[in-house]
């Protein structure tokens, strides 16, 4: 298997994680109809969520279909979107155990 390969792999399979933790958010945020205010807060930030997850997707779809010479090159951005989505995530869920 390439680097590319098993970078692609790794990167996908915590997505993965992700996506599941999100979803978990999502069911959260559909408990607490009865506080309006929170909820919706809480659906903004799962909203915002959701699209860097997507543009992470996006972002490692790109690398997937690189070349083998070219993919280092959108390694940098897909770990930047990585970095920001992890960390977004950590605030949110954060932000819902309050």
């Not at 680097?3 to 978990?24: C, F, G, M, W």
């Not at 390694?75 to 992890?86: F, T």
Request: glycine residues 4%; proline residues 0%.
């Amino acid at each position: 298997m390439s680097e590319k390969d098993e970078y692609t792999e790794k990167i996908d399979a915590e997505l993965d994680l992700v996506q599941a933790r999100l979803d978990a958010l999502k069911a959260r945020q559909r408990k607490l109809a009865a506080d309006a205010q929170r909820q919706r807060e809480h659906a903004r930030q799962v909203e915002a969520l959701q699209k860097m997850a997507d543009a992470t997707k996006a972002k490692l779809k790109e690398l997937a279909e690189a070349d083998d010479d070219g993919w280092h090159l959108l390694k940098d951005g897909v770990e930047n979107i990585w970095g920001e989505l992890q960390s977004t995530l950590q605030n949110t869920v954060t932000t819902f155990k309050e």
